[in-house]
């Protein structure tokens, strides 16, 4: 079982920057392909981003405002993000899977984290 806490969420002004973190207290953690997700309230969840190895992928709706990356030694995958608008209001969820590649479909990822609330006010 694969255990994941997110952290970093909070009430940021629009055009603001936060940096959200998920720690995966697990030795194998960098065999695992990571990816965020969010969902706004009355709306489903969807994709944010994905990280495997050095390579990552982004929604079209926040590329090139948000970037993934991670730290092995730390267990830790981070979600910066940029320029937020109030749209990127949701909670946000970062999730794992042993599955190669870059996966965008929340249904390829196994173990999920409780998500971290993000507000952005206009």
């Known amino acids: 079982q694969v255990q994941l806490v997110e952290s970093g969420g909070g009430l940021v002004q629009a055009g603001g920057s936060l940096r959200l973190a998920c720690v995966a207290p697990?030795?194998?953690?960098?065999?695992?392909?990571m990816g965020w997700f969010r969902q706004a309230p009355g709306k489903e969840r969807e994709f944010v981003g994905c990280?495997?190895?050095?390579?990552?992928y982004y929604a079209l709706s926040v590329k090139g405002r948000f970037a993934i990356s991670r730290d092995n030694a730390k267990n830790t995958v981070y979600l910066q993000m940029n320029s937020l608008k109030p749209g990127d209001t949701a909670v946000y969820y970062c999730?794992?899977?042993?599955?190669?590649?870059?996966?965008?479909?929340?249904?390829?990822?196994?173990?999920w984290g409780r998500g971290t609330q993000v507000t952005v006010s206009s």
């Open positions: 697990r030795r194998t953690f960098s065999s695992y392909a």
């Open positions: 990280i495997t190895g050095g390579d990552t």
């Open positions: 999730a794992a899977t042993l599955f190669a590649g870059l996966h965008t479909t929340a249904q390829n990822y196994a173990y």
